[in-house]
Structures are given as C-alpha cells and as structure tokens.
C-alpha cells in the first residue's frame, strides 16, 4: 500500500516558533549577561540591549502569528468555509435587502385564514 504524504505537523512547528519568538526578560537578561561576560557587550549597554531583545521577541511573535493567520485563511477559502468577515458582510446585505422590502409600496397580502377574511370582506362592505 502506497503511503500517503501528510502535511507539516503545525503543532510542532507553532511550538517550535513560539520558543524562538518568546523571549521572556529574565531570559534577555540572562542572554545579555552572558554577552557581557565574554566580552561581546559593555555592561554600560546591558538595559539597552534586554530592552532590544524582548522588543524583537514581541515583533518575531507577531510575525508569526500573522503568517499562521494568512495560512489558516488561506487554507479556509481553499476549502470553502465562510469566515467571520464573509458572515458579517451576508448579513448586512440580508438586513439592507430586508430594510428595502420594507419600504417597497406593495399590496397588502390577503389573509390566509378564510374565517378573517370574510371578517374583513363585510366590514369592507
């Protein structure tokens, strides 16, 4: 039996990016220390430098969550599932279209029940 390609496991892969994107400060800090002790950064730069690194963690994470965003809409429309924007714009539309047919002079619809409407044939008369 022939085996079936699967897809990526974007489980996996979301975890593994979040742990290179999530940067917590204590972790900068720890990072920055470390620069410091070999020599790679003044301590002078140390706050500047924490500050810097949890700043790209945070535009790394929102990158991220962007491109999974795009991929997940992307994959939606592929399949053909409506997504929040797609029900909101249908009913606008079906609430606009109904406004109108509110507003559209028409005749008056003759009752269903023939009781009232004779009811309304003789006082009519």
Known sequence: MPKVPQGPDWKQILEAGMQFT????????????????????????MAATVDEF??????????LRKIVQTEVARQLSTVGIATK????????????ASREAKKAPGKKKASKNPATAKKATRKAG
């Open 54 to 63: 949890v700043e790209l963690s945070r535009r790394r994470t929102s990158d």
């Open 22 to 45: 999530e940067m917590r400060r204590s972790q900068a800090r720890s990072l920055a220390a470390d620069l410091v002790a070999h020599g790679h950064l003044a301590r002078d730069q």
């Open 85 to 96: 924007q797609d029900l909101a714009a249908l009913e606008r539309r079906l609430t606009k």
